[in-house]
């Protein structure tokens, strides 16, 4: 017993002694660690400081039920279920009885509210026993941020968010993903917290040890107003439709910014939502959209002009190295190259090309390369699609590619690549990277500015791009686009409808198009470029780019110009018109010359006379309306203070 005794006391002697600092880390490891508490996210505003994006703070109010001494819980326990009854409508005997039971657990990790915002958190710290803090009332305040969206589902996938899952992967989507992790994320603070058993942690006081740093405020180019028109334009045309997705994209000629961009996706139930970024990730055969690059390259490398001569048959045409023919929707027979891309015909712009670069492919490759087109934007949102372009040598090549290529099969572009080229052609040449972001502030103090980056000086020369903006207005005016045209307001763009999913077996019997429209407004003198794409719309209600897409361009357009302010410069307000010159003269010396002598006012409007005789303190009677014909009382007679005049039309 004394050896067994003695061996007792050495062990105990070891763990305080010898292991005890190892033993005490490791307890404390266990029973106490640091929590990181998440920093508000910086905001995302509008071009006009309109808020897009902000973290909310929300709160968990808890109470450690055994932490209060007896006396100060029996003193505030009434009082404070009164004051829970007085906030949430539950009965106070409910909140008394819970509590109390709590105690008796040895709860220390009680709900009282969860999810509450600010000003409920403030309002609840104050209720009685809850007022004494962690240490006397045994309050325990857990904070957490929750992203919101002020302009709920418009541009939400636009806009984005930065989430990361249990395993700590992050997911990055629209302009939050892009700047969270450099300017919006902010840095996180620390908070102490005990192990209070059944896996649950409770803070030791009520503040942060290490308080969070709130991350910068990012201020977009997006412009609500125009959002909005966006938003809704396309949202109309895909239910109208019934179509499986689309994307509208509103660009400033100038300076690249982003002024709206909306990507809408159609649920089972046929609603429409902000899927997916359609407009940056979607890389798709653009259709009669790319013949625009076709016909320029042919242009700027002096093989045709807009007047030469295509022979586009009957709507049908054999072409080398094809299996079966090129088709367009009717047969144009021989028609100019300009008067081609304005009824966007396949069997011509395929004519153009092959005559001119068959034996010479590369050559046609290079020019669309020297305009970087198979070279992604690299805007900041992630996700952007690659572009696609083949060339000889390249497995997906083929002796009909070029073919192809040339109305807009066989590669591949993204709405928003498509729209920097279209762009660039309002711009006269200056291909400029789409621009999301003008600025990130801390308050007001300017952190970084974000300018305009120039992709290419100049695309081509000013005779191309004086005849592709002319051929882009007949388009409009007598093409493709003609049901858009109106004479009150001018565009300029390019229809595009293009098969998708051509390759599947059942094609056939359910066709698939993408429907789409490229251009800008006003024509003459472009302030906005715009691109609207529609995926699968029903063919029973219709399926080309004119029809489905372009109604919402030209929505797009007109509402901009008539719902958005604009600031005009007035030369001048005054404008000289002798009669009514004459007439004030006139009126104005018989109200100067008649104060108590009654004046001639016949031939005068009616109510001139009765303006003119009330000012002299007379009282009028009107008979009729028009002229006056007639006056009771005659000219140059002496009248008195409310004496009656009657007046006859």
């Given at each position: 017993?004394?050896?067994?005794?003695?061996?007792?006391?050495?062990?105990?002697?070891?763990?305080?002694?010898?292991?005890?600092?190892?033993?005490?880390?490791?307890?404390?490891?266990?029973t106490v660690k640091n929590v990181e508490i998440p920093a508000n996210r910086?905001?995302?505003?509008?071009?006009?400081?309109?808020?897009?994006?902000?973290?909310?703070?929300?709160?968990?109010?808890?109470?450690?039920?055994?932490?209060?001494?007896?006396?100060?819980?029996?003193?505030?326990?009434?009082?404070?279920?009164?004051?829970?009854?007085?906030?949430?409508?539950?009965?106070?005997?409910?909140?008394?009885?819970?509590?109390?039971?709590?105690?008796?657990?040895?709860?220390?990790?009680?709900?009282?509210?969860?999810?509450?915002?600010?000003?409920?958190?403030?309002?609840?710290?104050?209720?009685?026993?809850?007022?004494?803090?962690?240490?006397?009332?045994?309050?325990?305040?857990?904070?957490?941020?929750?992203?919101?969206?002020?302009?709920?589902?418009?541009?939400?996938?636009?806009?984005?968010?930065?989430?990361?899952?249990?395993?700590?992967?992050?997911?990055?989507?629209?302009?939050?993903?892009?700047?969270?992790?450099?300017?919006?994320?902010?840095?996180?603070?620390?908070?102490?917290?005990?192990?209070?058993?059944?896996?649950?942690?409770?803070?030791?006081?009520?503040?942060?040890?290490?308080?969070?740093?709130?991350?910068?405020?990012?201020?977009?180019?997006?412009?609500?107003?125009?959002?909005?028109?966006?938003?809704?334009?396309?949202?109309?045309?895909?239910?109208?439709?019934?179509?499986?997705?689309?994307?509208?994209?509103?660009?400033?000629?100038?300076?690249?910014?982003?002024?709206?961009?909306?990507?809408?996706?159609?649920?089972?139930?046929?609603?429409?939502?902000?899927?997916?970024?359609?407009?940056?990730?979607?890389?798709?055969?653009?259709?009669?959209?790319?013949?625009?690059?076709?016909?320029?390259?042919?242009?700027?490398?002096?093989?045709?002009?807009?007047?030469?001569?295509?022979?586009?048959?009957?709507?049908?045409?054999?072409?080398?190295?094809?299996?079966?023919?090129?088709?367009?929707?009717?047969?144009?027979?021989?028609?100019?190259?300009?008067?081609?891309?304005?009824?966007?015909?396949?069997?011509?712009?395929?004519?153009?090309?092959?005559?001119?670069?068959?034996?010479?492919?590369?050559?046609?490759?290079?020019?669309?390369?020297?305009?970087?087109?198979?070279?992604?934007?690299?805007?900041?949102?992630?996700?952007?699609?690659?572009?696609?372009?083949?060339?000889?040598?390249?497995?997906?090549?083929?002796?009909?590619?070029?073919?192809?290529?040339?109305?807009?099969?066989?590669?591949?572009?993204?709405?928003?690549?498509?729209?920097?080229?279209?762009?660039?052609?309002?711009?006269?040449?200056?291909?400029?990277k789409p621009r999301f972001i003008k600025a990130v502030k801390e308050f007001?103090?300017?952190?970084?500015?974000?300018?305009?980056?120039?992709?290419?000086?100049?695309?081509?020369?000013?005779?191309?791009?004086?005849?592709?903006?002319?051929?882009?207005?007949?388009?409009?005016?007598?093409?493709?686009?003609?049901?858009?045209?109106?004479?009150?307001?001018?565009?300029?763009?390019?229809?595009?409808?293009?098969?998708?999913?051509?390759?599947?077996?059942?094609?056939?019997?359910?066709?698939?198009?993408?429907?789409?429209?490229?251009?800008?407004?006003?024509?003459?003198?472009?302030?906005?470029?715009?691109?609207?794409?529609?995926?699968?719309?029903?063919?029973?209600?219709?399926?080309?780019?004119?029809?489905?897409?372009?109604?919402?361009?030209?929505?797009?357009?007109?509402?901009?110009?008539?719902?958005?302010?604009?600031?005009?410069?007035?030369?001048?307000?005054?404008?000289?018109?002798?009669?009514?010159?004459?007439?004030?003269?006139?009126?104005?010396?018989?109200?100067?010359?008649?104060?108590?002598?009654?004046?001639?006012?016949?031939?005068?409007?009616?109510?001139?006379?009765?303006?003119?005789?009330?000012?002299?303190?007379?009282?009028?009677?009107?008979?009729?309306?028009?002229?006056?014909?007639?006056?009771?009382?005659?000219?140059?007679?002496?009248?008195?203070?409310?004496?009656?005049?009657?007046?006859?039309t």
């Open positions: 017993m004394f050896v067994f005794a003695m061996a007792v006391v050495f062990k105990l002697c070891s763990i305080q002694f010898i292991q005890g600092d190892q033993y005490r880390s490791l307890a404390e490891e266990r910086g905001n995302v505003y509008s071009a006009d400081g309109s808020l897009l994006a902000t973290s909310i703070p929300k709160y968990d109010i808890r109470i450690d039920a055994i932490q209060p001494k007896e006396e100060i819980f029996n003193k505030y326990i009434k009082s404070l279920a009164d004051s829970l009854e007085a906030y949430s409508g539950k009965p106070s005997s409910t909140y008394q009885k819970n509590i109390r039971k709590a105690r008796a657990n040895k709860n220390r990790y009680f709900l009282l509210a969860r999810n509450i915002s600010y000003s409920d958190y403030i309002r609840l710290r104050n209720f009685p026993m809850l007022e004494l803090g962690a240490i006397k009332g045994g309050l325990i305040v857990e904070q957490t941020t929750r992203r919101e969206h002020p302009m709920g589902g418009i541009a939400e996938r636009a806009i984005g968010y930065e989430r990361v899952d249990e395993d700590g992967n992050v997911s990055r989507a629209g302009i939050d993903g892009a700047f969270g992790e450099k300017y919006l994320r902010g840095v996180n603070g620390q908070r102490l917290k005990q192990k209070i058993g059944n896996g649950q942690w409770k803070p030791i006081v009520d503040y942060n040890q290490v308080e969070p740093q709130d991350g910068h405020d990012v201020y977009t180019t997006i412009d609500v107003n125009i959002q909005d028109i966006a938003h809704h334009s396309l949202l109309g045309q895909l239910e109208k439709y019934e179509a499986e997705h689309g994307c509208a994209v509103v660009m400033d000629v100038e300076t690249g910014e982003i002024k709206a961009i909306t990507n809408l996706a159609r649920t089972e139930k046929g609603n429409y939502y902000e899927k997916r970024n359609y407009a940056v990730w979607e890389s798709h055969e653009p259709g009669s959209t790319f013949k625009v690059m076709a016909m320029m390259a042919a242009l700027e490398d002096k093989l045709i002009d807009t007047s030469t001569v295509v022979d586009t048959k009957l709507g049908s045409k054999m072409f080398p190295r094809r299996r079966k023919p090129i088709t367009d929707s009717r047969g144009y027979g021989k028609i100019s190259a300009a008067r081609a891309l304005e009824v966007s015909s396949n069997i011509g712009l395929a004519t153009i090309i092959d005559e001119n670069y068959s034996e010479n492919p590369k050559k046609f490759i290079n020019r669309l390369k020297s305009w970087k087109l198979h070279e992604p934007l690299g805007v900041s949102i992630k996700g952007e699609g690659d572009p696609f372009i083949p060339e000889p040598g390249h497995e997906k090549w083929s002796r009909a590619a070029l073919q192809s290529m040339a109305f807009g099969y066989n590669l591949r572009m993204t709405p928003l690549q498509t729209l920097a080229f279209y762009n660039a052609l309002a711009n006269n040449g200056e291909m400029i007001d103090r300017e952190i970084e500015v974000f300018n305009k980056e120039v992709i290419h000086q100049k695309i081509c020369s000013d005779k191309t791009l004086n005849e592709i903006q002319e051929i882009l207005k007949n388009v409009v005016i007598r093409g493709t686009g003609r049901r858009m045209y109106s004479e009150n307001f001018s565009m300029a763009g390019k229809t595009g409808t293009a098969r998708t999913e051509y390759w599947m077996e059942d094609w056939s019997k359910n066709p698939r198009y993408i429907s789409s429209f490229a251009g800008y407004f006003p024509a003459d003198n472009p302030k906005y470029s715009c691109i609207v794409v529609i995926h699968k719309p029903s063919t029973k209600v219709g399926y080309y780019g004119a029809d489905v897409s372009g109604p919402v361009f030209k929505r797009i357009a007109q509402k901009i110009y008539t719902e958005t302010p604009l600031i005009d410069e007035v030369e001048s307000l005054e404008v000289v018109n002798t009669e009514v010159d004459e007439k004030y003269e006139a009126f104005y010396t018989i109200a100067q010359t008649y104060k108590t002598i009654m004046p001639n006012v016949v031939g005068l409007p009616a109510m001139d006379a009765l303006a003119l005789l009330e000012n002299m303190g007379l009282k009028v009677k009107m008979e009729g309306v028009g002229t006056i014909r007639s006056q009771s009382v005659d000219k140059g007679v002496k009248v008195k203070p409310n004496q009656v005049i009657v007046l006859r």
